[in-house]
């Protein structure tokens, strides 16, 4: 379940390259509503890898797409971080959260299904998000 960057597909890796180098590009020259979505591809890009360094990739587009009222982007991140963690056999709620802020429920539905095992029940989530807790990312 990973982003384009994980097809088998020739033609749909080399247009994700070439996205994400543009991307980058925006993000390098100051365009704060690019900022984010390299950082999420920069995890994304790693997480195919399966190391550790994506999560903090994951959490720093999350406060970044916060910080400029991408909520969805916000969830996005957060839910491919819980399911990097569910591959490396941990689990998060972050993205359950941050859905349901946004107003996506058939998302936060979705996840709940498919995540039962390893989400807390509603009521103990707690709704302060991880990525605020103490975490500080640029």
């Known amino acids: 379940s990973h982003f384009i960057l994980s097809s088998r597909s020739k ?3 080399r247009k994700a390259k070439y996205y994400a180098k543009k991307i980058k590009a925006m993000a390098d020259n100051g365009n704060p509503n690019a900022i984010h979505y390299a950082a999420l591809l920069e995890a994304e890009k790693l997480s195919l ?7 903090e990739l994951y959490n720093t587009a999350t406060v970044l797409a916060g910080r ?3 909520t969805q982007d ?11 963690y569910t591959a490396m056999g ?16 058939a998302v ?18 707690d709704m302060v998000p ?3 807790r103490g975490n500080s990312f640029a």
Do not use: M
């Open 11 to 13: 033609g749909h890796f």
């Open 49 to 55: 890898r399966q190391t550790h360094e994506s999560y």
């Open 90 to 105: 941990g689990a998060r709620s972050d993205a359950v959260y941050l859905y349901d802020l946004w107003g996506s429920h």
């Open 74 to 84: 916000q969830a996005l991140a957060q839910q491919r971080l819980g399911e990097c």
């Open 130 to 132: 991880s990525y605020e």
């Open 108 to 125: 936060v539905n979705h996840l709940r299904k498919k995540y039962e095992s390893l989400l807390a029940p509603v009521s103990s989530i």
């Open 68 to 70: 400029k009222g991408f």
